[in-house]
T-cell receptor
C-alpha cells in the first residue's frame, strides 16, 4: 500500500496561473479532504468528499475547486493563484470522518 | 458550528518531565475528539481518539487524553517526555451527525529540552 500520495511536492506559481494538486489513495477510503496549513492558523479544511461524486465546502473554499470522479482520486484545482494561497496543502483520507485520517506528505506551494 | 481552542501555542518542557497540552472544544451536539502529531516536515498522524465509552483514552508513544464533557476539554498528557516527542500537536473535533467536517485547532509546539 502506498497510502496517500500527493503530487507535486513543491510548486512555484505566478499570480493568476492555475494548477491542479493531485491526491490519490489506495485504501478504498470513502472520505477524503483537503487542508491548508499556515503558521499560527493550524489546519483549515478547504473541501471534503464523502464518496465518489459527492463533495462539499470546508472553512476556506474560495479560490479552489474539487471533483471526485473515482474513490481513489481527489484533485484540488486552483483557478487563479493568488499570493494568499501560498501554503502547505495536505490531503487526507479515512473510511469515515470519525475514523483515523491518513495524511499525505503535503505539497508546498509558493505563489509570487 | 464546532470549534477547537488550543490554549498554548508553545510548551517547553525538560526531558523526562510530565507534560499536559490543553484542548477545549465548543459544539451544540455530541462530538468525536482527536489528537494528531506532526513531526518536522511530515504529514500528520493520529495519536489517539475518543469516539465513545471510557473517557480516558490511551494512544501511541505513551500519550493519553481524558474527555471531560462538563468542561468541554480533551487534554493530552504524557508522564515522561523524550526528545523524540518534540513536534507539533493538533486537537481536532467532529460533530456526531450533520456536516462531516473535521475542525482542527491551531496546534501546540512541544519543545523537549535535554
Amino acid at each position: 500500500n502506498a497510502g496517500v500520495t500527493q503530487t507535486p511536492k513543491f510548486q512555484v506559481l505566478k499570480t493568476g496561473q492555475s494548477m491542479t494538486l493531485q491526491c490519490a489513495q489506495d485504501m478504498n477510503h470513502e472520505y477524503m479532504s483537503w487542508y491548508r496549513q499556515d503558521p499560527g492558523m493550524g489546519l483549515r479544511l478547504i473541501h471534503y468528499s464523502v464518496g465518489a461524486g459527492i463533495t462539499d465546502q470546508g472553512e476556506v473554499p474560495n479560490g479552489y475547486n474539487v471533483s471526485r470522479s473515482t474513490t481513489e482520486d481527489f484533485p484540488l484545482r486552483l483557478l487563479s493563484a493568488a499570493p494568499s494561497q501560498t501554503s502547505v496543502y495536505f490531503c487526507a483520507s479515512s473510511p469515515r470522518p470519525q475514523e483515523t485520517q491518513y495524511f499525505g506528505p503535503g505539497t508546498r506551494l509558493l505563489v509570487l | 458550528a464546532q470549534s477547537v481552542t488550543q490554549l498554548d501555542s508553545q510548551v517547553p518542557v525538560f526531558e523526562e518531565a510530565p507534560v499536559e497540552l490543553r484542548c477545549n472544544y465548543s459544539s451544540s451536539v455530541s462530538v468525536y475528539l482527536f489528537w494528531y502529531v506532526q513531526y518536522p516536515n511530515q504529514g500528520l498522524q493520529l495519536l489517539l481518539k475518543y469516539l465513545s465509552g471510557s473517557t480516558l483514552v490511551k494512544g501511541i508513544n505513551g500519550f493519553e487524553a481524558e474527555f471531560n464533557k462538563s468542561q468541554t476539554s480533551f487534554h493530552l498528557r504524557k508522564p515522561s517526555v523524550h526528545i523524540s516527542d518534540t513536534a507539533e500537536y493538533f486537537c481536532a473535533v467532529l460533530n456526531r451527525g450533520g456536516y462531516q467536517k473535521v475542525t482542527f485547532g491551531i496546534g501546540t509546539k512541544l519543545q523537549v529540552i535535554p
